[in-house]
Structures are given as C-alpha cells and as structure tokens.
C-alpha cells in the first residue's frame, strides 16, 4: 500500500508564500522637543533637591521661650534659651539680641516652645504702666483653681465670711498673673502677683488679709 507524500517543494512554497511575509512599519516618530522637556524637568528637579539640602544645613541661632511670658511682662533669662534652627527665611529674633529682648516686654501671652519673633515683643508694657498695682494674694483651698501659673488671665474675687456683710462680687474682671509661688507641701494653698487696676488694689488688698479673696482662671483670655 503506497502512502502519498506531498513534494517538500510545495511546503517550501507555502512558507515563503505572500502569507508569511510580515507588514512594513513605519519608523517611530521621534520628537526632540519633549525628550528636551523630560531632561530639563530632571535637571530642575536634580537642581532643588541639592538647593534644599545646601538650604537646610544653613543653620540660624535663635531664641526659644522656655516658660510662659503674659502679655505685658517682661522677658527673663530664665525664661528663654538659645537654639540652632535651619534658615526658612522668617526673621526670628537672634540670640545675639537677647540683650534687647530682655529690656523688652511681652506683647502677647507667649507658650513655652515658641520661637520669638519682633512682633512678639514691645519696647514698654501695657500692663505695668501707670494706673497699675501689683498686688499679692496668700490664698487658701479652693481659693484658686489647680495650674494657675504665671501669665495666666484671672479675675479676682470678692467673696464674703459668714461674719462680714456684702455679696460676691468681681473686684478686678481680668487680672494678669505677675507671679505664681509654689504651692505648699500638702498642694491646698498658693501665693499668687496678679497686675489690677490701682483703683481696686486697696479693696483687694484689705480683703486678702481677711482670707475673702478667691480667684478664677480665665483661659480663653491668654
């Protein structure tokens, strides 16, 4: 029985027919123009980068407040330390002027942590001028709120003995804390400077000596 094979021409044909040949392809576009974009983006890009590191190794000498500073107190050396910080270019105050700082008062409550910076400061206070008293408050438990400290807005408050005559009343309605003593030993009394009006210092001092002073913070008046 013969078996037909195909002449290995014809399969020759076939592969290198008309069917197997590939299409041409038209040669890419090129387009100089954006290739010069992409390499200006990237030397731009490059170009910042190096700016921002030079930038950041730039280092500034400035002053840090350390404690609370009330509007209107004046600047202490306790109260302000130097520190390096990297140059952003808003002009905070120089440690080298902290001779001008400390002959300066507190334009506006200042937090601890707080790079100063001139608007921060004022050349005389609004609060120790004329018209003013310091006056000084030996107070008992529950005279005071807990975390009162030196800055902080109080109003002072007149409260009546059982023996004496009157009704509660508000002898100074915001009162900068001057000073704040340490509280004794069992944390139930405090000693306290608070700035008030000269008018109202000798009520307030006529009723501190007879234990009828009590104080209240103001916290959103900082």
Same mark, same amino acid.
């Given at each position: ?5 195909? =002449?290995?021409? +014809?399969?020759?044909? /076939?592969?290198?027919? $008309?069917? #197997?040949?590939?299409?041409?392809? @038209? =040669? ?20 910042? !980068? !190096? ?5 950041? /190794? ?7 407040? %350390? ?8 600047? %202490?050396?306790?109260?302000? *330390? *130097? ?28 937090? =601890?942590?707080?790079?100063?910076? +001139? &608007?921060?400061?004022?050349?005389? #206070?609004?609060?120790? /001028? ?14 005071? @709120?807990?975390?009162? &400290? ?13 023996? #004496? &005559? ?6 100074? @309605? ?13 944390? +139930? ?29 103001? $916290?959103?008046?900082?």
């Amino acid at each position: 029985m013969r078996t037909s094979e195909k =002449p290995a021409g +014809n399969a020759a044909a /076939g592969l290198s027919g $008309p069917a #197997s040949r590939k299409l041409p392809v @038209p =040669p890419r576009e090129r387009k100089p123009a954006l290739a010069a974009l992409a390499v200006l983006l990237i030397l731009g890009g490059a170009l910042a !980068t !190096t700016l921002l590191v030079l930038r950041s /190794g730039d280092r500034i000498s400035a002053i840090r407040v %350390t404690q609370q500073i009330g509007a209107g107190q004046k600047f %202490t050396e306790q109260a302000i *330390e *130097e520190v390096k910080i990297a140059d952003t270019g808003i002009e905070f105050v120089s440690w080298s002027q902290r001779g001008q700082v400390l002959d300066s008062f507190a334009a506006v409550t200042i937090l =601890p942590g707080t790079l100063l910076t +001139n &608007q921060m400061g004022a050349r005389a #206070s609004t609060e120790l /001028g004329e018209g003013k008293a310091t006056v000084g408050l030996s107070l008992k438990p529950g005279q005071m @709120p807990a975390g009162v &400290q030196v800055g902080d807005r109080v109003q002072v408050i007149f409260v009546p003995s059982r023996s #004496s &005559q009157g009704e509660t009343r508000v002898l100074a @309605p915001s009162a900068l804390v001057f000073a704040a003593g340490d509280k004794s030993r069992s944390g +139930n009394s405090g000693q306290l400077t608070v700035v008030v009006d000269s008018s109202v210092a000798p009520q307030i001092v006529a009723f501190a000596s007879t234990g009828e002073i009590a104080v209240a913070e103001l $916290p959103g008046a900082r």
